[in-house]
């Protein structure tokens, strides 16, 4: 995750942003929606990709009903929301939230490489442009929303200094339970869904405080937002039990041998002295340890494909895309500029980095009120399987105890055409069930669940909305 970070930072510099319309102003939505012009305000964000030449890119593809523009989370600073909102034609589908981490990523990466409604072309290896999403959408079954958070990250902005972007957790917890007040006035039809908010890697934090924050105000009657769960995708919210797991997890995997797996162990016994002790209070520190524990391993972003340039491929084809004056005159952001991962986000969040969220979670957990699904691909090394755990069995609440004694069971069903198939069964991968806290790992997926295991990922979606888990077909 860190050591993709200092690379992404170098590559997104070369994305050139010459095609942005300097003359144009983002397209503001809340102060329209609290003068009461709420069909004004739909019309104005509503997405219309305007094509000349069925030849450029997104015009040989249909973009659904959509809608794009900012909401204001915090008045005080001017700091404004960018998402991109896509309503299922099924009018009762839930609306799912989701939200990529890094800290510094847009949520369009979860869009264009995830599970949106459409995916990038490549030729010869490279990727030219994009097309309808073949398999694994979550659009359809489910009305999707991608927010880019917190400010600073993709066209999300503050219209003051950089210190005053509310970077610790109940910063952005407020700001994302504030983007949702704002969202459900602008579509009030939404009240009638069912609502999730999730994401992958460092979002875990930000689902943490927000569905915190929002339990808060719908507890004290305050809100009437219809939060049903959450769902969090290799989540990284307990770094002070989470990373010393991280040597074991690549020792166990084959990855590191004995005289590796000692090096690393004691990487990080420093790490976890440095933490309790408060030497780590800047990213600094870490950044030196990151240096020694990768400069020993060859150290993939996905060891399912290892294929990390493809990634990067993926990475800085969706910032040219977001860049480009088709898109952005489609998604009304004006001027505004777009980057799809921040440094100067990671680099303001330092202190935010070592904060832990097990309390947040261990609350709405503890509310017996919202389903909850904790998912990890069984060959993620940025938030492994192993280190998730660690998080989950020191995150004191009521079920902790039946959590830790909890036997995992497999979950399979019909063969899919991108997992290890058994004969006309498949092994999707092992569960377990403890209250309202859903576990699973999946089989054959890195970090990138979804798009490692596009067609199981969304059956997990579905069966945990419906459900509560996953449950295997008999």
């Keep these: ?138 659009f359809g079954p489910f009305s999707t929303l991608y927010i880019d958070n917190p400010v600073g990250a993709g066209n999300s902005f503050s219209e003051h200094d950089k210190e005053n972007l509310n970077v610790k957790k109940e910063g952005y917890g407020e700001n994302l339970y504030q983007f949702l007040e704002e969202f459900f006035l602008l579509f009030p039809e939404s009240y009638d869904k069912e609502l999730y908010l999730g994401g992958q890697s460092y979002a875990g934090k930000y689902i943490s405080a927000a569905a915190y924050r929002t339990h808060l105000a719908i507890t004290r009657n305050e809100s009437r937002l219809p939060l049903k769960g959450i769902y969090m995708g290799g989540p990284f919210f307990a770094p002070e039990v989470m990373f010393p797991s991280t040597a074991e997890y690549v020792y166990s995997m084959g990855a590191a041998g004995p005289v590796d797996a000692q090096f690393y162990r004691e990487i990080s016994r420093i790490f976890s002295h440095s933490l309790l002790t408060g030497a780590m209070g800047n990213l600094n520190v870490l950044d030196i340890l990151i240096q020694m524990f990768f400069q020993e391993v060859d150290f993939p972003y996905n060891y399912v494909t290892g294929a990390e340039i493809f990634y990067m491929k993926q990475v800085r084809f969706v910032d040219f895309l977001m860049n480009s004056e088709r898109f952005r005159k489609a998604v009304h952001v004006g001027s505004q500029q777009y980057s799809i991962f921040d440094w100067t986000v990671r680099e303001d969040m330092g202190s935010d980095f070592f904060s832990s969220c097990r309390s947040e979670l261990a609350a709405v957990l503890d509310s017996g009120l919202y389903k909850v699904l904790v998912y990890t691909g069984d060959f993620d090394v940025v938030t492994s399987s192993r280190m998730v755990d660690e998080a989950l069995l020191q995150t004191s609440w009521s079920g902790q105890a039946e959590y830790a004694r909890a036997w995992r069971s497999e979950w399979h069903g019909p063969a899919t055409r991108t997992s290890y198939q058994r004969g006309r069964d498949q092994l999707y ?21 979804p798009q490692d295991q596009p067609i199981v990922a969304r059956l997990m979606m579905e069966q945990f909305v419906h459900t509560g888990c996953v449950r295997s077909f008999i």
């Design 429 to 449: 991968g092992f569960f377990s069930k403890t209250g309202v806290l859903c576990r699973v790992v999946v089989h054959g997926a890195g970090h990138d669940v």
């Design 1 to 138: 995750m860190l050591g993709l970070a200092l690379l992404l930072a170098v590559l997104i510099c070369e994305v050139d942003l010459t095609a942005a319309d300097q003359s144009e102003e983002p397209l503001l939505l809340s102060p329209l929606i609290h003068a009461g012009h709420i069909d004004r305000v739909q019309r104005l964000s509503k997405v219309k990709v305007e094509c000349n030449d069925s030849t450029a890119i997104a015009c040989d593809v249909p973009i659904p009903e959509s809608f794009a523009g900012f909401l204001t989370v915090n008045r005080t600073i001017g700091a404004h929301y960018f998402f991109w909102y896509f309503p299922s034609q099924n009018k009762s589908a839930p609306l799912v939230v989701w939200l990529n981490g890094g800290p510094g990523f847009s949520s369009m990466l979860g869009l264009f490489t995830q599970h949106g409604p459409f995916q990038l072309i490549f030729r010869q290896g490279e990727p030219v442009g994009i097309e309808k999403r073949k398999e694994g959408s979550w």
